[in-house]
């Protein structure tokens, strides 16, 4: 069994680096910072596996508890979220309510589940090639299991995650870059295939689906031939 990593570990992770979570291999591809003006801050990697699943991995350190605290988060394109009081859809209004300081809803629902407004926070993100503001609501599902982020930044996207907390004994086998593990393509999603066949030697489901319908459409035009 592959030996656990502790928060110390995890700290010194950068960009090229791999570890384990439950069982999956995963590429560390972009590392950055986050700091408020009341000493919120939190480190935030970006994880990304080898069929191009993405994650965010953060450690929070909130003066309002003690210790530091690791979660997992994953970043929802169009996610629906909607208003209890009302039953409407309010993603595409959240960023401006935000930016422009509007009291935040008291309850949003997201995948048939209640979340309850629980924190504010402002302040700077600094990653490897900028530096933006961001704004961002906190909500807590009734369990405190599930956390809702909705985070407005300065060009006036929004941003949503869904994130829950893991312990940093959930991740192994922490490699450096370099210690002899292929590389993962930055291009996210097409890699994998390409990845699977230099790992295996053979040839990829995609490359045999393709010359399976190849031979179909190619037998289909000879027998149309009479040939």
Do not use: C
Request: no cysteine.
């Amino acid at each position: 069994m592959a030996d656990t990593l502790t928060g110390e570990q995890l700290e010194t992770l950068r960009e090229g680096d791999r570890i384990t979570y439950y069982g999956v291999r995963w590429q560390v591809f972009d590392y950055s910072t986050y700091t408020d003006p009341k000493n919120y801050a939190t480190e935030e990697w970006l994880l990304r596996s080898t069929t191009g699943k993405e994650y965010y991995l953060l450690k929070e350190i909130d003066p309002a508890s003690t210790g530091e605290r690791w979660y997992i988060a994953e970043e929802l394109p169009t996610p629906k979220i909607i208003d209890p009081t009302t039953q409407t859809d309010v993603l595409t209004s959240l960023a401006g309510s935000i930016r422009s300081a509007q009291p935040p809803y008291l309850q949003l629902q997201l995948f048939n589940r209640l979340y309850q407004f629980e924190s504010k926070t402002e302040g700077t993100y600094e990653s490897d090639d900028s530096t933006q503001q961001r704004i961002t609501w906190d909500y807590w599902d009734e369990a405190h299991l599930w956390n809702l982020a909705l985070e407005a930044w300065s060009n006036a996207k929004l941003v949503v995650y869904s994130t829950r907390e893991v312990q940093p004994e959930n991740f192994s086998e922490h490699r450096k870059e370099g210690e002899g593990i292929p590389k993962f393509s930055q291009t996210g999603i097409g890699a994998p295939f390409i990845l699977q066949t230099k790992l295996s030697g053979g040839i990829s489901r995609r490359t045999q689906f393709l010359m399976a319908w190849g031979l179909v459409i190619g037998g289909f035009f000879l027998m149309m031939m009479g040939i």
